[in-house]
């Protein structure tokens, strides 16, 4: 059931950015991540998919509890509220921000929907353009498809900050690196 999947496995950087996308690590890859140099983590599975697989409790254990974000979220293809994912997407942009060696690898079930639309919301807080964003994600997993309900939820949510004047947080205290 949460077995690798064949062609869906392993990860994949963005070109020229040092974010990655990827199907959930299985096994013995959880404690390689390391190994390829991802410092940082964020999971983009409901809450009840990570209690299963106990993937979210192995990555906190390898990385790091300060290290891995959770963007508890189902795969339904209709728009994302922001309070599901939008901490994660601060929290990604914020750790390649604040550290030139940080490494972040998004990941939800297959590497293919729900990771690819949190890291095109990364790169989108990094100051990437719609077009360039959307390109960076898609030549990073060509079998991923960035669904238009996600990707509008991230514009919206990108419109809703800049008219009230937050460029890097959802809250009253935006981290430094992000104002």
């Known amino acids: ?15 020229g950015e040092r974010v990655a996308i990827g199907a959930m690590p299985v096994a013995g890859e959880i404690l390689r991540l390391p190994d390829h140099g991802i410092t940082h ?42 309070e599901i994912w939008s901490d994660a997407a601060l929290f990604a942009a914020e750790a390649l921000h604040a550290d030139p060696e940080a490494r972040v690898l998004i990941h939800c079930q297959q590497g293919r929907r729900r990771s690819v639309m949190l890291a095109y919301a990364t790169l989108r ?36 900050r800049a008219s009230v004047g937050i460029s890097g947080s959802s809250d009253a205290n935006p981290p430094s690196a992000l104002r």
């Open 1 to 15: 059931m949460y077995g690798p999947r064949h062609g869906l496995n392993g990860l994949s950087f963005v070109p």
């Open 41 to 82: 983590l964020v999971v983009c599975r409901a809450t009840p998919q990570t209690m299963f697989s106990q993937d979210l409790w192995a990555a906190r254990k390898v990385l790091g509890k300060d290290n891995v974000a959770h963007a508890g979220m189902w795969d339904t293809g209709r728009p994302k509220e922001p």
């Open 125 to 160: 807080l990094l100051g990437h353009s719609e077009a360039d964003a959307a390109r960076g994600v898609l030549e990073a997993r060509p079998m991923g498809r960035l669904v238009p309900a996600y990707r509008a939820s991230v514009e919206r949510w990108l419109a809703q």
